[in-house]
């Protein structure tokens, strides 16, 4: 099948979901208001709440989701065939994922920018706004951990992008200044930074820069990258939002526009056939089974708990116009379904025109395709996200650009995504550790630079800590050990979220339906996937993950169990 098929169908169906679907939820259910005042409004602070601009907002909103997430699971998606990843990330985009990030985003503004987690409690009970705000506080620490490795890991593998971006700090800060001091418009210096950054890009090629040449072998050059990235992830959450975080989120929302735009001009240029099977039948090798486990593998290129944390954490806080919510809440998370778009089909037809590379898995390749690079599902999990960054690339080359720079391009793409993820998911947990310590009473948690610390110290164990992997047993750092019951924890956290969403506008007795059937979907998916996962953890002796995936199916049917005594006692008719 050519390629371009798929583009303009799942591009299509993404216009009519805005268009139409977004607009019925928001009439029917979420119904925002510009006549209450935002949080950004009513509790300016310059800092943390900050009336934005919407398409500024929806920058920051848009890159601090779109991190490596929809750009790995996709690639390792692919091992079951196109046909099934392209369906769940366009209908689970549309119909699960920007529902869940409107409503969050929704939901926070309404009750004063707080987190899910704090409203649960005021809607369910204490308990269960503890139990949220304990479970949050762990999923983070582990997005800390293992996106800070996998940017320190690009780092070393790709020192061209070391200049540009930590150029793009310089540029971003640069531009904050001019907007919020000078009042300057948004676009023009943002397009003139994204003009410096590409520059810099090109430099990076003929200056790449790394620790091996300080005589680091490749592990220290890691460790010192890792380090460096939590101190810069703790001054970021620190800073005003309007400093850093907003102009390097609009920046590199130019950068994914027009790195998008580039792939998808060279798929239209090449025009490649498919080369994966739609569904990949017979021999499975050593992969799992598809259901569930490919709506647990792509989780943030159809839905997210993480992105319910963004939108109630640090969006809801610069939220102007309740009427800004659809465009940022639903619209960034059709964003996102376009670059998992991309990555879907880089695997699965740009990979194909690649020759001669390097694999994780297996090493040099000569001629690379579809099932050079799934023939197993072991070295579909190891290569991650490679895929994208070598079909991606041999998608920028049919547009001209040579091969080093194309490269270059598409790590310093993936690389700003992690990069943003990590600086906000700081700020995100050190936002959940204030709310901890007001539930808890200690005044220490409440504290932003103790908060902070708290923060970013356990991820910078999890990614330093080496422990024997429990299957193999080889030593391994364990947030990489951990990172197996990520997929399934974060939808778990979605589920819960559009529990909570159920709940809300049950008891304001809007139609919960388009709630309601995704919250029941996707704690069917998470429960049977754990259920799953667990028994193979046993079965390989695996006792640490074991006890953790039983603690999180425990942990569900306490939701789910609360929720339902919730209803039963009709407390919600009030």
Known sequence: MNSIYIVVISLGLFWIGYHFYSKFISKTIYQPDDSKLTPAHEFRDDIDFVPTKKHILFGHHYTSIAGAAPIIGPCIAAYWGWLPAIIWVVLGTIFIGAVHDFGALILSVREGGKSVANISGKLINHRVRLMFLIFILLLVWLVLAVFSMAIAGLFVSVPTAVIPINIEIILAIIIGFLLFKKDMNALIPSLIALAFLYFFVWVGTKVPLSFESLNFSPDQARTTWIILLFAYSSIASLLPVWLLLQPRDYINS?????????????????????????????????????????????????????????????????????????????????????????????????????????????????????????????????????????????????????????????????????????????????????????????????????????????????????????????????????????????????????????????????????????????????????????????????????????????????????????????????
């Open 254 to 574: 130019h950068q994914l526009f027009v790195g998008l735009g580039l792939l998808f001009l060279g798929i239209l240029i090449a025009q490649p056939i498919v080369d994966a099977p739609a569904i990949r039948l017979g021999n499975m090798g050593d992969g799992p089974p598809i259901f569930p486990f490919l709506f647990v593998t792509i989780a943030c290129g159809a839905i997210s708990g993480f992105h319910g944390l963004v939108a109630s954490g640090t969006s809801s806080k610069q939220l102007d116009r309740m009427s800004d919510a659809r465009f940022i809440g639903y619209g960034s998370m059709l964003g996102e379904g376009v670059l998992a778009l991309a990555s879907v089909l880089a695997a699965v037809a740009g990979i194909a025109l690649v020759d001669q590379c390097h694999l994780p898995s297996i090493g040099a390749v000569a001629d690379l395709n579809w099932a050079v690079y799934y023939d197993s599902w072991a070295h579909a999990a190891t290569n991650k996200a490679t895929a994208f960054v070598l079909g991606g690339s041999a998608f920028l080359q049919q547009t001209g650009i040579p091969k080093m720079l194309a490269t270059t391009i598409m790590a310093v793409l993936v690389i700003s995504f992690a990069a943003t993820t990590l600086d906000t998911a700081t700020r995100i947990q050190r936002f959940i550790i204030n709310e901890l310590g007001l539930a808890l009473k200690i005044k220490f948690f409440t504290n932003k630079y103790a908060a902070t610390a708290l923060a970013v110290i356990p991820a910078i164990v999890l990614a330093l800590w080496s422990v024997p992997d429990p299957v193999t047993g080889e030593l391994k750092q364990a947030g990489w050990v951990l990172w197996p019951i990520f997929g399934a924890s974060n939808q778990m956290l979605a589920a819960l979220t559009l529990m909570v969403l159920t709940l809300y506008f049950k008891k304001l007795k809007k139609p919960i339906l388009p709630l309601l059937i995704p919250m029941i979907f996707i704690m069917c998916i998470t429960i049977i996937s754990l259920v799953l996962k667990t028994v193979d953890f046993i079965a390989s002796g695996n006792y640490l993950l074991t006890s953790l995936n039983t603690l999180l199916i425990v942990l569900i049917f306490w939701m789910i169990t609360e929720g339902f005594l919730l209803i039963k006692n009709r407390k919600l008719n009030g």
